[in-house]
Nanobody, 122 residues
Framework: HVQLVESGGGAVQAGGSQRLSCAASGDANNRYCMGWFRQAPGKQREGVARLSFGNTKTYAEGVKSRFTISRDNAKNTLFLQMNSLKPEDSGMYYC?????????????????WGQGTQVTVS
């Protein structure tokens, strides 16, 4: 079982930057696919970025040139650097992890979820 704890959310002005972190614990095998999702009020949760243990990155179209996903495997921590933020980037951001593919990311299908951290861009 994997526990995920996000941090780094908050309020930011449009055009600004923010960095989210997600600390993973609870499993000795840290070969996870990890990802970030977000959900705005009244909208479905959507995938933002995902990263395999082998460092293959996938981004949603709307964030490709502005967001960067990365991880520190030694610290079991996932990051999301968000630049040039827009009001439409606002929402609850969730960290997710999956162990079913030996560290690879098969799709936007994840088993473990964090509680989320709120990002508000105005």
């Amino acid at each position: 079982h994997v526990q995920l704890v996000e941090s780094g959310g908050g309020a930011v002005q449009a055009g600004g930057s923010q960095r989210l972190s997600c600390a993973a614990s609870g499993d000795a095998n840290n070969r996870y696919c990890m990802g970030w999702f977000r959900q705005a009020p009244g909208k479905q949760r959507e995938g933002v970025a995902r990263l395999s243990f082998g460092n293959t990155k996938t981004y949603a179209e709307g964030v490709k040139s502005r967001f960067t996903i990365s991880r520190d495997n030694a610290k079991n921590t996932l990051f999301l650097q968000m630049n040039s933020l827009k009001p439409e980037d606002s929402g609850m951001y969730y960290c997710a992890a999956d162990l079913r593919n030996g560290g690879g990311c098969a799709a936007w299908d994840f088993t473990y979820w964090g509680q989320g951290t709120q990002v508000t861009v105005s």
